[in-house]
T-cell receptor, first 116, second 109 residues
Framework: ETGVTQSPTHLIKTRGQQVTLRCSSQ?????VSWYQQALGQGPQFIFQ???????GRGNFPPRFSGLQFPNYSSELNVNALELDDSALYLC???????????????FGPGTRLTVL | GQNIDQPTEMTATEGAIVQINCTYQ??????LFWYQQHAGEAPTFLSY??LDGLEEKGRFSSFLSRSKGYSYLLLKELQMKDSASYLC??????????WGAGTKLIIKP
C-alpha cells in the first residue's frame, strides 16, 4: 500500500462522453503525475501538477485536462472520449515538482477506463 | 525523439539469476528508475541510479552506464513471485519520467 488512492476502480463510458478520475496523494506529497497505460505498454506521461499548477505535460491533446486542489488531491478530466482512450490511468505522488534528487513516485492502484 | 528499449519478454528458472537490459536515448538525464508491475496492479519502485555503477538492494541490483545510455536490473535467487513486468524509466531534462514498454518476466519451476 502506497497511501495513494484512486477512484473509481473501473469505469465504462461510451464514445463522446466525458469522464473525471480522482486521486488522493500520499500524506506530505505536493506533486501528482498522471499516466495512461495501454495494455502491454509502459505508462505514458499525461501531465504533472505541483502545488496546484501544471508544471509539465506530455503529448496529449487539450481534451485531457486536470486540477490539483489545496490538499494536493487531483483530478483528471477527459472530454469527447475516443475508443483509444481505453486504458489504465495511473496517478503517482511525490515530494517535489522540478527539483532533482531521488523523488520516488508512489503509484495509486489505477482506474481502468473502457470506452465503448 | 526519446526512446527507451527493453526486451519484450524473458523466461528464467526459479532459483536462477536473470539480467534485464534497458537502453535509452532521452533529452537530458536526471536519473533512471526500475519499477516492478504485477498484472493488473500499479508499478512499485525497485531502484534508482543517477551515477555510474552498481546499486545493490537485497536480491535486486541495478547498474548504470550514462556514457553508453545503458542500464540493467539483476535479479538473483529468483522466486515465483518475481513473475511480473519490469519497467525502466528515465527522468529527462524536464524532470519528467519517460517509460519503456516493460519486460515481462516469466519464472518457471
Amino acid at each position: 500500500e502506497t497511501g495513494v488512492t484512486q477512484s473509481p476502480t473501473h469505469l465504462i463510458k461510451t464514445r463522446g462522453q466525458q469522464v473525471t478520475l480522482r486521486c488522493s496523494s500520499q500524506s506530505g506529497h505536493n506533486t501528482v503525475s498522471w499516466y495512461q497505460q495501454a495494455l502491454g505498454q509502459g505508462p505514458q506521461f499525461i501531465f504533472q501538477y505541483y502545488r496546484e499548477e501544471e508544471n509539465g505535460r506530455g503529448n496529449f491533446p487539450p481534451r485531457f485536462s486536470g486540477l490539483q486542489f489545496p490538499n494536493y488531491s487531483s483530478e483528471l478530466n477527459v472530454n469527447a472520449l475516443e475508443l483509444d482512450d481505453s486504458a489504465l490511468y495511473l496517478c503517482a505522488s511525490s515530494t517535489a515538482g522540478t527539483s532533482g534528487g531521488y523523488n520516488e513516485q508512489f503509484f495509486g492502484p489505477g482506474t481502468r477506463l473502457t470506452v465503448l | 525523439g526519446q526512446n527507451i528499449d527493453q526486451p519484450t519478454e524473458m523466461t528464467a528458472t526459479e532459483g536462477a539469476i536473470v539480467q534485464i537490459n534497458c537502453t535509452y536515448q532521452t533529452s537530458g538525464f536526471n536519473g533512471l528508475f526500475w519499477y516492478q508491475q504485477h498484472a493488473g496492479e500499479a508499478p512499485t519502485f525497485l531502484s534508482y541510479n543517477v551515477l555510474d555503477g552498481l546499486e545493490e538492494k537485497g536480491r535486486f541490483s541495478s547498474f548504470l552506464s550514462r556514457s553508453k545510455g545503458y542500464s540493467y536490473l539483476l535479479l538473483k535467487e529468483l522466486q515465483m513471485k518475481d513473475s511480473a513486468s519490469y519497467l525502466c524509466a528515465v527522468r529527462d531534462s524536464n524532470y519528467q519520467l519517460i517509460w519503456g514498454a516493460g519486460t515481462k518476466l516469466i519464472i518457471k519451476p
